[in-house]
């Protein structure tokens, strides 16, 4: 029996739970958005067309704040386009997925799913193929009570009272060749200032996100983020930060250490922000939204062929996840809140079919797919402080990232309540793990496991393998089973 201890101390707080950690992401990609959540005609859609199944689903997720409209779509999209009639709204080419956006989403639909969810809304300006005139139009569209141009559209469209939309993302992905509109780091910077400079003269407490690198494998990663924050420092609040990870060549070890790189990729960015506050002379610090994180098998995507027409929401990105992805899911929720200090939004990209952990089929089911579990854990459990703790784990050998400790675990804290969440990387080996600190004993734990890794979830079965089970436990010790998502909960 592999052993290991995790040592916990409330006074070693990192910072509360930050609910937008648990973020979510809807872009108009795929069946994200029809036959996702929108589906008019589906037993289950309400008067606004909007899939009940999906909804419950959503609110079972726990996601606390979503981003709309994208991702690489928004940077080709006229907002415009997508309010008033629905039948008035002209179809447009989406150059990003080549697809068809018909409209018959947009701003004013979304904003009362959002509600309907109990979602936050995160909005993303065009400043690929747009810029600052268009970001301050929807901004008066969304948040000014009325008595303007805009503002009186959104009243006639039967919206009275303004979004008072708080976060806003000043575009997506400017670094990569593959966004509409690419730019290199000092355009993008001087164009996101002068956007958030005319934003904040609306509102100064508008909390804004320039784009950060899409990838730490970029090679403009480090000096993107260092140009970008030289132009933007004092007038943004967040960079973001995109990470995608997947199991290659047969290599699990290594994926379910994929959380390795996140840290590494958290490490760097907070550290290129601090440098820039230290040349400035700023006393701010500035965070980080991980607005974009998940398993995705790429590989798959890059290989697919590109389709003769332009059709309305295809299948696209419908990666079908099993055990390990969800062990690895599980794995960057923990890595995202032990970095609640400075990593204070997220989202997983993204919410329904595209690479998502809900699925539906038209006119079908929905159900939830294996990474669904360790999300809406952690979002119902995580409550309270973050606690920094200190592992002694047996360590196992990988190819990308070296030594690795095959326990990964965080903890949260009320006061009254300590809850581990807590990974067990071994793929052949369960791992003792006792907890050492100001707890006496387990009121409850659960694990996500399987005997087979690769087990998956389907419309006919919507709850094979995994779901959650309870775990025994002795006093402080539970034993994790191999390639786990484990939740433990202490008094």
């Not at 008595?147 to 009272?161: M, P, Q």
Request: glycine share 8%.
């Amino acid at each position: 029996m592999l052993e290991a201890r995790l040592t916990i101390d409330p006074a070693f707080r990192v910072a509360p739970v930050r609910r937008r950690t648990f973020g979510t992401f809807v872009e108009h990609l795929g069946r994200c958005v029809y036959t996702g959540i929108y589906e008019p005609g589906h037993p289950t859609a309400d008067e606004d067309g909007f899939r009940a199944d999906v909804l419950a689903l959503t609110r079972e997720l726990g996601a606390t704040t979503v981003r709309y409209p994208g991702g690489n779509f928004v940077s080709g999209h006229r907002w415009e386009d997508a309010v008033g009639p629905v039948e008035r709204r002209p179809a447009r080419l989406d150059l990003a997925w080549h697809s068809t956006e018909p409209n018959r989403v947009g701003v004013d639909e979304f904003m009362r799913w959002c509600r309907k969810a109990g979602l936050e809304p995160m909005m993303a300006v065009n400043l690929g193929t747009r810029g600052v005139g268009e970001a301050l139009a929807l901004l008066e569209y969304c948040n000014h009570p009325n008595g303007t141009a805009w503002s009186d559209l959104r009243v006639a469209n039967g919206a009275k009272r303004p979004y008072d939309v708080r976060m806003w993302c000043l575009g997506n992905e400017m670094d990569g060749p593959w966004q509409i509109g690419h730019k290199n780091a000092a355009e993008y910077g001087r164009l996101a200032a002068e956007t958030a400079r005319a934003m904040r003269m609306y509102d100064p407490a508008l909390e804004l996100v320039a784009c950060g690198s899409s990838s730490s494998s970029m090679p403009t990663f480090g000096a993107w983020e260092a140009t970008v924050l030289e132009h933007t420092y004092d007038l943004v609040d967040y960079i973001s930060c995109h990470a995608y990870y997947e199991e290659k060549d047969g290599d699990l070890g290594s994926f379910l250490a994929c959380a390795t790189d996140m840290q590494h990729f958290i490490d760097s960015v907070t550290a290129t922000a601090d440098a820039v506050g230290a040349k400035l002379k700023s006393r701010k610090k500035i965070n980080l939204s991980f607005d974009e994180w998940n398993v995705w098998y790429q590989s798959r995507f890059q290989n697919a062929p590109v389709p003769a027409d332009w059709p309305v929401a295809p299948r696209l990105l419908e990666d079908h996840y099993h055990l390990a992805d969800a062990v690895a899911v599980g794995s960057l929720l923990i890595t995202l809140l032990a970095n609640s200090d400075r990593v204070t939004a997220a989202c997983l990209a993204q919410l329904v079919n595209v690479i998502a952990p809900i699925m539906t089929e038209p006119g079908g089911p929905a159900w939830r797919q294996t990474t669904f579990h360790p999300f809406a854990q952690a979002a119902r459990h995580a409550t309270g402080d973050v606690l920094r703790v200190e592992t002694d784990s047996p360590t196992y050998d990988t190819a990308d990232y070296g030594e690795v400790p095959l326990l990964h675990a965080t903890a949260t804290t009320t006061g009254d309540q300590t809850v581990v969440f807590a990974v067990n990387r071994s793929v052949d080996r369960p791992l003792s793990v006792t907890v050492d600190g100001p707890v006496t004993r387990v009121v409850d734990a659960t694990t996500l496991t399987d005997p087979d890794v690769y087990a998956r979830n389907s419309a006919g079965t919507p709850r094979p393998g995994p779901p959650p089970r309870p775990l025994p436990a002795d006093g402080t010790t539970v034993t994790l089973p191999p390639v786990s998502w484990n939740v433990i909960r202490f008094a």
